[in-house]
């Protein structure tokens, strides 16, 4: 389906500043959706995505291209995409992702648009965006939602140029294990366990135990409403036990690595807090921080220092050449920062998520 087909015209830049403009050019801008079954094209736009990841972000991996095919192939359950690629005089130079949740959320689209680095300030990422609204309306969606990195300035400046409204701050922290003392989280691990009798650690690969799907699920879905969430306009998710297996079972099918730890409350046998590790099997060096919760009731306990220290040791005996694990919390979110702090943890670069009301 081609979405949206427009001419522009870029004139009126000075020669200097710009030698496209030269002289006044009339460039054709085609935003046209493709199916992850539409593997050349997918490739294409995987080729967009990688360009604009690394010139962002050039100290992450960009996962392998396979990986983010199968991906697309295998949506998350209870999630929908509608991915387009944007050309300029027919070569592929933008992409954009709408990522639309079906459970819970159902006025919100989250926005994923990229534009080549030397294709920027020709309008495709306008076109995008236009393409993007049309589809999230269609859909009944009240809301876009996007993230920018603050290190490169175009995110920030595009976004405020479309009048999105700045929600939520985010900072990426690094720990650098080539520096890890473990004698020191040895330490670490050993003064908080003095804060946490009554406790014991449970850590899998992969699908969770199906006594600890209901404790999960509750954990999971508190994750909007525990940690800060700014002036993003977003629900708790209705998580349950059969989501939390579906979803696992996803990743597995996608062949994600993924090293959990949980914490296990001896007196009822529930799981009271837990943290996960993950990424594609490819990556030996890096790995992504995810989720960390500790259930309301059990505060206190120093179980989020626990949990994550525990789960770096059980992550590390099944990946030993992990360099870097990298993590985003909300810049305002001081209890999980301290947390990663202590660990070696350092801020990478910060964030901003925007909303834009459609
Ligand atoms: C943000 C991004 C998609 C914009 O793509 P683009 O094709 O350059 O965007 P456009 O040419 O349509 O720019 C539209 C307007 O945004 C503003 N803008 C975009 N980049 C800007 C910059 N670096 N400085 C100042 N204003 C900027 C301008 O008002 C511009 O209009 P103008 O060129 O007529 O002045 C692109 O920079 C990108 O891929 N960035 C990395 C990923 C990202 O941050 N995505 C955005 C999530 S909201």
């Not at 989020?304 to 360099?323: D, Y």
Request: aromatic residues 8%.
């Amino acid at each position: 389906m081609r979405a949206s087909s427009r001419p522009i015209l870029t004139f009126g830049k000075s020669v200097a500043a710009d030698s496209r403009c030269v002289q006044s050019v009339l460039m054709s801008i085609d935003v046209a959706v493709f199916p992850a079954s539409d593997e050349a094209t997918a490739r294409e736009a995987i080729q967009v995505d990688r360009a604009a990841f690394e010139y962002q972000t050039p100290d992450i991996p960009y996962s392998p291209e396979d990986f983010v095919l199968e991906s697309w192939r295998n949506p998350f359950p209870g999630h929908r995409s509608i991915r387009a690629v944007a050309r300029l005089d027919g070569r592929a130079v933008g992409y954009v992702a709408l990522g639309l949740p079906l459970l819970d959320n159902l006025e919100l689209a989250s926005l994923d648009l990229n534009v080549l680095p030397d294709f920027r300030r020709r309008g495709v990422g306008r076109a995008m965006l236009d393409f993007a609204i049309e589809q999230a309306r269609a859909e009944g969606r009240k809301h876009l939602t996007s993230e920018t990195v603050q290190t490169r300035p175009d995110g920030d400046a595009f976004a405020a140029a479309q009048g999105a409204k700045a929600a939520l701050p985010e900072t990426r922290s690094r720990l650098d294990l080539t520096t890890v003392d473990q004698d020191r989280y040895d330490r670490m691990l050993a003064e908080a366990w003095t804060h946490a009798d009554g406790y014991r650690v449970v850590s899998w690969v992969g699908m969770p135990a199906e006594e600890y799907l209901d404790a999960i699920a509750y954990l999971d879905g508190r994750m909007v409403q525990d940690a800060p969430m700014g002036d993003l306009t977003i629900e708790p998710e209705k998580v349950d036990a059969d989501r939390i297996r579906k979803s696992e079972q996803n990743r597995l099918d996608r062949g994600i690595d993924r090293f959990h730890t949980g914490v296990v409350h001896e007196a009822t046998g529930r799981m009271v807090a837990w943290t996960t590790l993950s990424g594609p099997p490819a990556l030996e060096t890096h790995i992504w921080q995810h989720i960390t919760i500790v259930d309301p009731d059990h505060r206190g306990h120093r179980l989020g220092m626990i949990v994550k220290l525990e789960n770096l040791r059980h992550t590390l005996a099944h990946k030993p050449a992990l360099t870097a694990i990298d993590t985003f919390n909300a810049t305002a979110n001081d209890f999980m920062l301290s947390i990663n702090r202590e660990m070696g943890f350092r801020a990478a670069d910060t964030w901003m998520q925007w909303e834009l009301a459609i």
